[in-house]
């Protein structure tokens, strides 16, 4: 409720307070408590007592009195400037509360708050202390972990008790039917008719069971907690979380324990021999085979007298995982050892009756008539049934390529010749430069030899070239000599003469920009002069305003202390009012001298800024003199130095075109003898070209291999001429092709549809169609950006790598590719044609005092504003609300929330009712309770079962919740084909 503190708020130490949950529930007494004040003391034993009224401006949650928040619902909260000006008169904090986002992070966020303190004060950070619960959490984590293992062995122990428990029970209800084990078997039940009938047995028992201490420890767990937040920690708000996943770990453990522990006594009861167990048949039940009338006493009896037997022996089989994460660590030790305690009792108890259990005792005796044709049972003949199963659900991406290399490279001659030595076959792995053949040679010596003979000429020729020039350059480098020092001379004074008149200018320049710069300042100062003038004379008002404020406060508290004076001496009220009175006068009367002090010195400060502002306006003025008077001096020091550059300038360029006839004239005759050594280095670099280009061509006649890989496509024979490749118009066939067989990928096309579920790295499974028995497994390696069109259909060029890339595997091979899109593990799946789905829609209709004229069960119609009408039944009335099932087929309806006028036979009954309408898909199937099996003439249609479906493939769907493995569910009827009409 409210809000809490503002920036602002903290900096101008407002009067302002949140105040906790009970303060606000005893102060105020449930009224809105926002812009309300109260009054807070603060006392002291060595001076007065001070009052200080607070604006409620904010209400905190309720947070009850666990053991980190006991008391916070008493504490009101004040900014830390108003505590430290109201309350203390200091500002120093004794201590500051950080809180790191994560157990890991302590350290980091200590480290944080160190740099923190120590770059706000100027410091290392090291003059305070600092202080972590790190130590304390280490040693509640031991604590937890010993005693997560102290009570994982005593559920362990719990568990074998209890499995026990469930063999004793199967082995006394072995012995208690041997006579209907010995009668099923005589009418034809085979031995895994019995086995399965027993561990179904054992299965429905640890179910139930495990279902019974789920609730149990959910009960113990939330009771628990009740108790130690009334009894241990009074008020604290003990946490109690209902843990699903441990749930239905539970559950999965007590199946287990049933079927494990009913394996024996099934068994037991499967190797029975029917003319043994009928031998011991009492004569009061006798029966008759032939005649088809037998009295047998029926299931039903026996399971719910055994079913009290189990249940406190199958519970203990969930009550340690269904209350480990409900309660505290105290809790669940009481929890596992009341269970384990129980369990041993009863089985103790047991055995003193000597074999006879509690629901041998409890059992009735029931004689069932069967001459009406039990054991004659049939298949329904127009039922299909499919079996939830538990499995790996996949959707799939499947195509067809061809195994290919990776990595292949095609291997060709760079030269034409006879093959002279071939050193490979087909199919062997090669290295690296390993040399695969050879071409004959001796033609490409020869021309290699021809090569360096000509570059050697070519070296001689251009050393001649080299004299000659160095010869001439000597010649002529005298003449230029001379040129050029003249030229360095003139430009020397010219430099001279521009960096004197620069200096002078520069030194103008900086003084003109000294004089604007302490203008700029004169007239900042002048600014701030003026702002602080505004500013006095605001607060000279503020403080006026004040002054009155006070005084009216003053006069106040003089006629209340005069008021308290009278009603005194009339004894009508006590000295201490008088004296709180007076206390009160005095204060404001102190405020009101200070107010005027106050008054006076913001005057004279306005006074003082009013002179401040002359002076600076003095001052401008003679640095505007300043100014112009220099500015005039630069303006001549300008135009000297022009006069000067232009003079210097004229002399050195006579110098230069003196110096530029000369170096033309060195430069023709220089290009003349150049021309000799140009053409001498283009021969030399020519015949260097051609004796590399021979190099090459030789060494190219040994063909080595440019990646270690397989040899394959081998077409050569040693003798055979082969033709150079290296021709862009050449259409030679490589010799051989080289691949990397460790990395073999399928190179197949998927459909543009299909693209948004494919991704890189997703798993595939590849089929050859040589190894039609083997799976390899693959990845999505590679996907190609953009389509083409194949057959008329956009398609993405996809390599599929194979994992480990079997030896034998080779390229070309077709290969089939499933790439798995979404795969969930272990989950329960159901054929997509069992899953039917039903649209139904729900109005909630407001109808306020005209709730009295409907009914449940009620026909009712709904109109729009428009006239359109939806027809419904009303299902049930709460308060003045109407809940409305309406024939979802109805065109028209949609969600939300729309105005109508409610109808019934016709007639209305409310106008202008605002109804929330809900429409929702219910997915569902026909679950077979009667096993596919059809009694009599009355076939059994299943039960309607909601059930929450999760991802489909195209075949499969996946179950979330409603149902569980083994269920049977039945197919909807297929629509018979219509006949065809003539």
């Not at 009175?581 to 009101?592: K, L, V």
Request: aromatic share 6%; net charge negative.
């Amino acid at each position: 409720m409210g809000r809490f503190f503002t920036e602002e708020e903290v900096e101008n130490a407002s009067t302002v307070t949140v105040i906790g949950y009970k303060l606000y529930d005893e102060v105020f007494k449930g009224e809105d408590p926002i812009g309300k004040e109260m009054k807070a003391t603060r006392t002291t034993s060595w001076g007065p007592r001070y009052d200080v009224r607070l604006t409620v401006i904010g209400v905190m949650e309720e947070k009850g009195d666990a053991m980190d928040t006991e008391g916070w619902d008493e504490r009101f909260i004040i900014p830390l400037t108003t505590f430290q000006q109201r309350f203390t008169g200091r500002k120093e904090v004794e201590r500051i509360r950080v809180e790191a986002a994560s157990l890991d992070e302590v350290e980091i966020a200590k480290e944080e708050a160190k740099h923190i303190l120590g770059r706000m004060h100027n410091n290392s950070g090291e003059e305070y202390q600092y202080w972590t619960a790190q130590e304390e959490l280490a040693t509640a984590e031991k604590i937890g972990d010993t005693m997560k293992y102290l009570m994982g062995g005593i559920a362990l122990i719990a568990l074998f008790v209890a499995g026990i428990g469930i063999m004793n029970i199967m082995l006394v209800s072995v012995t208690e039917r041997t006579k209907e084990i010995g009668l099923r078997k005589a009418l034809g039940a085979k031995r895994r008719d019995i086995l399965m009938q027993f561990l179904i047995e054992a299965l429905v028992l640890s179910i139930t069971g495990g279902i019974f201490g789920a609730i149990l420890g959910i009960f113990l767990g939330k009771g628990s907690a009740m108790l130690i937040a009334k009894f241990v920690w009074e008020g604290s708000n003990w946490p109690s979380v209902i843990s699903y996943s441990t749930m239905i770990i539970a559950m999965g453990v007590s199946v287990s324990i049933g079927v494990i522990f009913g394996l024996y006594p099934a068994y037991r009861a499967a190797i029975l021999m029917p003319i043994e167990a009928l031998r011991e048949v009492p004569g009061d039940e006798g029966i008759k085979i032939a005649g088809e009338e037998f009295k047998l006493a029926p299931l039903a009896g026996r399971f719910w007298g055994q079913l009290l037997d189990s249940l406190v022996c199958a519970a203990i089989v969930a009550i340690p995982f269904g209350a480990w994460t409900r309660i505290g660590l105290e809790g669940t030790n009481i929890v596992l050892w009341v269970a384990a305690s129980i369990a041993l009792l009863y089985l103790l108890f047991q055995d003193a009756l000597n074999g006879r259990s509690l629901g041998k005792r409890l059992m009735k005796a029931q004689v069932v008539d069967s001459k009406k044709g039990v054991g004659k049972k049939r298949i329904a003949a127009d039922k299909r049934i499919e079996v939830v199963r538990n499995g790996d659900f996949q959707k799939l991406i499947s195509a067809t390529g061809n195994l290919e290399a990776l990595i292949d490279v095609e291997v060709k001659a760079n030269v034409a010749g006879e093959i002279v030595k071939l050193y490979v076959n087909d199919g062997d792995y090669v290295e690296k430069d390993q040399i695969l053949l050879e071409i004959d040679p001796e033609q490409y010596v020869e021309e290699k030899n021809q090569a360096e003979a000509d570059v050697n000429t070519a070296r001689a020729q251009l050393r001649q070239a080299e004299l000659s020039i160095m010869l001439k350059t000597e010649e002529l480098d005298s003449a230029r000599q001379q040129a050029e020092d003249n030229v360095k001379i003139v430009r020397s004074n010219l430099r001279t003469t521009l960096a004197t008149s620069q200096t002078q200018i520069t030194s103008a320049e900086t003084d003109i920009q000294t004089t604007l710069n302490q203008l700029d300042q004169d007239n900042i100062a002048l600014e701030q002069a003026k702002i602080e003038l505004n500013r006095a004379e605001i607060r000279l008002a503020e403080l006026e305003t004040e002054l009155e404020s006070v005084k009216v406060e003053r006069d106040n508290a003089l006629s209340e202390r005069n008021r308290n004076k009278e009603l005194f001496e009339k004894k009508l009220v006590s000295k201490r009012s008088l004296e709180e009175a007076e206390s009160r006068y005095a204060n404001a009367e102190s405020q009101y001298k200070t107010a005027e002090k106050r008054l006076e010195s913001q005057r004279q400060t306005v006074n003082s800024q009013n002179k401040t502002i002359d002076t600076r306006k003095s001052a401008i003025a003679n640095r505007e003199l300043t100014k112009t008077y220099r500015q005039l001096n630069l303006k001549e020091l300008h135009e000297m130095r022009k006069a000067a550059e232009e003079e210097k300038n004229l002399q050195l360029q006579i110098a230069q075109t003196r110096l530029a006839e000369i170096e033309d004239t060195l430069e023709n005759e220089k290009t003349v003898t150049e021309q000799g050594e140009v053409s001498a280095q283009a021969n030399l670099l020519r015949r260097r070209s051609s004796l590399k280009n021979q190099e090459e061509f030789l060494e190219w006649t040994t063909i080595k291999a440019p990646m270690a890989g397989t040899v394959t496509l081998l077409e050569i024979e040693e003798g055979e001429i082969v033709t150079s490749g290296r021709s862009a118009f050449s259409q030679s066939p490589p010799l051989m092709t080289i691949a990397d067989l460790s990395k073999m990928v399928v190179k197949t096309y998927i459909n543009e549809v299909d693209m948004e579920r494919l991704g890189m790295n997703q798993k595939a499974n590849i089929k050859a169609d040589a190894y039609k028995d083997k799976i390899y497994e693959g990845r999505v390696a590679e996907i190609s950006p953009s389509g083409e069109e194949r057959d008329n259909i956009i398609t993405f060029e996809v390599m599929v790598e194979v994992v480990g890339s079997p030896s034998e595997l080779r390229p070309g091979m077709s290969a089939d590719v499933d790439v798995i899109t979404y795969e969930e593990k272990d989950v329960l799946m159901l054929p997509i044609d069992a899953v039917q789905e039903e649209t139904s829609a729900i109005a909630t209709a407001k109808v306020g005092a005209d709730v009295d004229a409907f009914k449940t069960d009620q026909e009712i119609e709904l109109k729009t504003l428009t006239g359109k009408s939806f027809n419904g039944k009303v299902t049930s009335i709460s308060g003045d609300r109407l809940t409305i099932s309406l024939d979802s087929s109805q065109r028209g309806l949609r969600d939300g929330e729309r105005t109508f006028t409610l109808l019934v036979n016709g007639k209305q009954k409310a106008d202008g009712v605002s109804t929330d309408i809900k429409i929702t898909k219910d997915k569902f199937v026909m679950l077979d309770s009667a096993g596919g099996i059809e009694i009599g003439n009355d076939a059994s249609k299943g039960k309607r079962v909601s059930i929450e479906v999760g991802e489909q493939n195209e075949t499969d769907v996946t179950i979330k919740s409603g149902l569980v493995e083994d269920d049977r569910v039945i197919l909807p009827k297929r629509q018979a084909p219509a006949e065809d009409q003539f």
